[in-house]
């Protein structure tokens, strides 16, 4: 059965591929698995959009939803009210985060939660008497969503698109060793180098003007980079010698990805403060949090003192089904061992990804807990790239399609990040499948010459 799919606009979407292919309109899960209208199944090795961990049909999830619509339906958190679920959410958001006591802001989205950071860092400094405090500093090929100022903190080339970023987003080195080191650097020099390159931004901007550094622990939607050896070590050392905040975008990361609840765990980050989303409901609604350490918390509390409040919100923030659902989410991937099923499946994870480097056209296999990618080149010994005819990641990601799998495209490279639910048998059809797809387009791309 065909639908028409004419009158929607897809994003981040090949359109002219999918002109020719047509959209695959989906209308049930169960576990892992997507269905779509004609009943063909296929394995979700991307968790929907890295989100939908505990599987599409986790029942505590369904249930909590029901009895949450069935109390109370929806309402703001604006002129002091707030629904019950949102006040024990931002309670537990604190209790598991780095910090001992702070605040917590609801969003609806990973990209909102950044924009509010921004705003929030602009308004605290201008009540500080600091208006030229303002410059954000994040890292070429980082993602940190797609408002306008979001879509400023991204360090993507598509951005350009739309005449971004505004004034004052700079972006710093990409901290990609295997792709951005020198010939004859190794790893520490490489990473030292990446301080220098953030050192000298500072030096030239001038500390006083920069309000914040926004990273993720690892690199999600700019194709799984996590940093170089000793990066955050370095970086946090500069960051704290000129006093700059630093914000862990832990949209992807956080709530388990890494194979600890927070990337700040991973590798040692102490943030100033801290964003979620994706994970925080499992993908069962849509809500994001800026979590702010109890520094930033006494500054915005005195700035907003002087302002007579914090005039900034979204009409769902704290929504009090989403609040619920992440509660229950949370719940699920502390107490059900979702954590402790990443840390058990990330050996062979990475191992069943790290034998791809033995094809001929895969020059790196990267990753950490379930999160991980394949980089594809035509040279591996110049780690040259595929021609951008080629279109080497969409052709890869299409023929997983055929096969039954979803990962992926992100340039030259294919992403896997699985479900935390996910099931030795389930890991073992993802690489079998990924396999016998990467042998069957590898062919053909050497056949074209």
Known sequence: MMINTESVLHGFT????????????LNQAKGIYVYDQNGKKYLDANSG??????GFDHPRMIEAAKKQYEKFSGYHSFFGRIAEPAVDLADKLIEISPFN???VFFTNSGSEANDTTVKLLWFINRKKGLPNKRKIITRINSYHGVTAVSASMTGKPYNS????PLDGFIHAACPHYWKNGHAGENEESFTKRMGEDLENIILREGADTIAGFFAEPVMGAGGV?????????VIQKILKKYDIPLIADEVICGFGRTGNLWGSQTYNIKPDILIA???ITSGFFPLGAVILGDRISNDLMEASYKAEEFPHGFTAGGHPVGCALALEAIDIIINEKMIENVQRLEPIF?????????FEFIGEARGIGLMGALEMVHDKKTKTPFDGSVSIGERVANQCIENGLICRPLGPSIVLCPPFITTDDEMGIIFETLDKTLKKVFSEV????
């Open 277 to 279: 989303s994706k994970c």
């Open 161 to 164: 698109e739309f005449g971004l």
């Open 446 to 449: 050497k056949s074209l010459g």
């Open 350 to 358: 990475m191992g069943r990804l790290k034998k791809f480097e033995e």
């Open 14 to 25: 090949d359109l002219k591929n999918l002109d020719h292919l047509g959209p695959i309109v």
């Open 225 to 233: 980079i996590p940093p170089s050896k000793g990066y955050f070590e």
């Open 49 to 54: 959009l890295w989100n939908s961990v505990v």
């Open 101 to 103: 006591k702070g605040k």
